[in-house]
Each structure stands twice: as C-alpha cells, then as structure tokens.
C-alpha cells in the first residue's frame, strides 16, 4: 500500500513561483522511484486534467501544452517524493493539485493517461493565485 501526500499549495500571485511536492508516507510506504507518477489539477467547475507525469524505466516526463514551460516535474529520491515545480503562475491555476501514482514496477504514461489508470492518489493540495 503506497500514501501520497501532497503539499506546498497555497496562496501565489500572477507571475510568481511555487513548488508542490508528492511524498509517499506511512509505514507501508513505498519508494516513488519505482512508481509513474502525475500530478493533476481540477480547478472548480471544471473536470480534473493531468498537467505533468513521469514514468519509469525511461524516466521520460511529459507536460500538458497548456503549462509547457512552466511546469517541471523531477524525483527527489532522498526526500522519497516528486516535485512540480511552477513558474510565472497564471489565474487559470487556482485549482486542487493532486498527486498520482501507478506501480510498482515499469510504467509508461503521459498526460493522456487518464485518472482511472492510476491507482494511488493524495488527498490534494489547494493553490489559489490572486493579486
């Protein structure tokens, strides 16, 4: 069994930076260097997308175009987590970011893989941006 826990959301303003971090917790928990791992937003009204993943084996990261650039995931093995880095952070990015996860073992994904296909999830990090 794997926990996630997110965090590092709260308040940003337009143009600022944050960073959100995805740490596997609790006794039972699991190295993330041998999970995928995504991070989804749903921002209210609207469905939950995949913004960034990254998956094992190759290790190979993909963004969706709408935070590419901005966006930039990365494994911190000695913390156990996974990182979202986010620049120059727009109004469009109050929203609830989650942090995903599918494994053990070898996985290929990318931000079109869709929510159902992961099978470990955080309970959410909230990130508003006002001035």
């Known amino acids: 069994q794997l926990y996630l826990r997110e965090s590092g959301g709260g308040l940003a303003q337009p143009g600022g930076s944050l960073t959100l971090s995805c740490k596997s917790t609790?006794?039972?928990?699991?190295?993330?260097?041998?999970?995928?791992v995504a991070w989804f937003r749903q921002a209210p009204g609207k469905e939950r997308e995949a913004v960034a993943s990254?998956?094992?084996?190759?290790?190979?990261?993909d963004y969706a175009g709408s935070v590419k650039f901005r966006f930039s995931l990365s494994r911190d093995n000695l913390e156990n987590a996974v990182k979202l880095e986010i620049s120059d952070v727009q109004p469009e990015g109050t929203a609830v970011y989650y942090c995903a996860a599918k494994g053990p073992g070898t996985w290929i994904v990318d931000t079109r893989t869709p929510a159902e296909g992961y099978n470990y999830w955080g309970r959410g990090t909230q990130v508003t941006v006002c001035a």
């Open positions: 609790g006794y039972t928990g699991g190295s993330l260097d041998g999970y995928a």
């Open positions: 990254i998956s094992t084996g190759n290790g190979r990261k």
